[in-house]
């Protein structure tokens, strides 16, 4: 069973940790995802601030395995932001990887947005990460579109969004 609840102030710095692994990760396997260094503690402080984090830790276990950033408006990445909610920098402790972890959090994601009457999860991901992009399609997500960022700011990424199941 995991342990998915809301961020605290205090557990900003090992998110950020995750991240750093996950950065380091991808770039020793030269998959360009996440820059090395881009988010930096403060930004993910302010946002552990605003409430857009969970994080995950196993029954028993003090350290946070999993963590991920949801929010209801993302008009940078989706122009015609709506219905949904966004799920952004998801990440895992690598000694995790392959137990459903990842799987767990989106799961999270998917019954929060319920829970709060929202119809659909979206997310992005780089488009030249062909590994993630058939890891969501096996999440149930579906490609939906691109975006290209024209000032070079980011990467181009593919959309993906996975709507759910509405009850009467």
Same mark, same amino acid.
């Given at each position: 069973? @995991?342990?998915?609840? %809301?961020? =605290?102030? $205090? ?13 380091? *990760? ?7 995802? *996440?820059?090395? !260094? ?35 408006? &993302?008009?940078?990445? *989706? ?9 952004? !920098? ?6 995790? %990887?392959?137990?459903? @972890?990842?799987?767990?959090?989106? &799961? ?17 991901? %780089?488009?030249? $990460? ?7 399609? !096996?999440? !149930?997500? %579906? ?19 996975? =709507?759910?199941?509405? *009850?009467?």
């Amino acid at each position: 069973m @995991l342990d998915v609840r %809301a961020a =605290r102030t $205090n557990d900003a710095p090992a998110i950020l940790a995750l991240r750093h692994a996950a950065e380091d *990760w991808l770039a020793s396997r030269s998959i360009d995802q *996440w820059s090395p !260094g881009e988010v930096p503690l403060s930004t993910v402080r302010l946002q552990v601030s605003r409430g857009e984090f969970v994080v995950a830790r196993y029954p028993g276990s003090s350290p946070i395995v999993a963590a991920m950033r949801t929010i209801r408006s &993302d008009p940078e990445i *989706w122009p015609d932001d709506g219905d949904a909610l966004y799920v952004h !920098g998801l990440v895992i402790d690598r000694r995790h %990887a392959g137990t459903g @972890l990842g799987a767990a959090m989106l &799961d999270h994601a998917a019954r929060s947005a319920a829970d709060a009457g929202i119809s659909r999860v979206r997310l992005d991901c %780089a488009e030249t $990460n062909p590994t993630l992009r058939r890891y969501y399609l !096996g999440q !149930g997500f %579906a490609e939906v579109g691109r975006r290209e960022f024209e000032d070079g700011k980011w990467f181009s990424v593919t959309l993906f969004e996975k =709507r759910l199941k509405t *009850w009467p």
